[in-house]
């Protein structure tokens, strides 16, 4: 009897730990870029009280003084980013028109002047990662996605190269990165960087 009282007790405790949340002062910023002062609902592990980020890709419970209580998803059009300060980390999260096909909000790697990166991570239910997508997103508001489980390095490289096409000296860079898994995030930080330097 005890050991079946062991199970439903981690059962119970482990489904349990994903509903709790805190709150925080944070922000929001409209699409008329207007910077909102809001109480952010997070989602938290019940006995470590980490951020469950996976609870915020999809919708994000907020309350203020203009909308009260309000649950913000990421193909709301007045919306375009939210962000707030956790334990002395400050989280940003975008919804650039891009994303909203995949229904997910996006954090913030790189806000530049030619170039923004976003990232989509994709956890197990420990919140453990298990791969990315970039998002590249230009100045005109053109695209690009790159997914990390792609097998072949060449078809970063090429992806880039065709997203890029018009910067001569980025596509020299580009031509001796990404030929190994272990330096894809540093690589991709360097293109991007190079591609927000003045020309």
Request: proline share 4%; glycine share 4%.
């Amino acid at each position: 009897m005890k050991p079946f009282i062991a199970i439903i007790f981690a059962v119970v405790s482990s489904s349990y730990s994903y509903a709790q949340s805190s709150n925080v002062q944070g922000y929001y910023i409209t699409n008329a870029n207007d910077s909102i002062q809001a109480t952010i609902k997070l989602p938290t592990q019940f006995f470590s009280k980490s951020i469950l980020l996976s609870g915020l890709l999809s919708k994000v419970e907020m309350t203020d003084s203009l909308n009260g209580n309000k649950t913000w998803r990421p193909k709301d059009l007045t919306l375009r980013s939210f962000g707030f300060n956790y334990n002395g980390t400050d989280y940003r999260f975008y919804s650039p028109n891009c994303s909203k096909s995949f229904h997910r909000f996006l954090q913030a790697v790189v806000l530049g002047a030619n170039t923004n990166l976003y990232v989509y991570q994709t956890v197990d239910e420990q919140e453990r990662p298990l791969g990315a997508v970039y998002t590249f997103e230009k100045a005109d508001g053109t695209c690009m996605f790159l997914n990390i489980a792609e097998p072949r390095l060449e078809m970063y490289r090429k992806k880039l190269k065709e997203f890029y096409n018009q910067h001569e000296e980025l596509q020299q860079l580009i031509n001796t990165k990404l030929t190994s898994r272990a330096l894809i995030e540093s690589d991709v930080l360097e293109i991007v960087r190079a591609a927000n330097q003045p020309k």
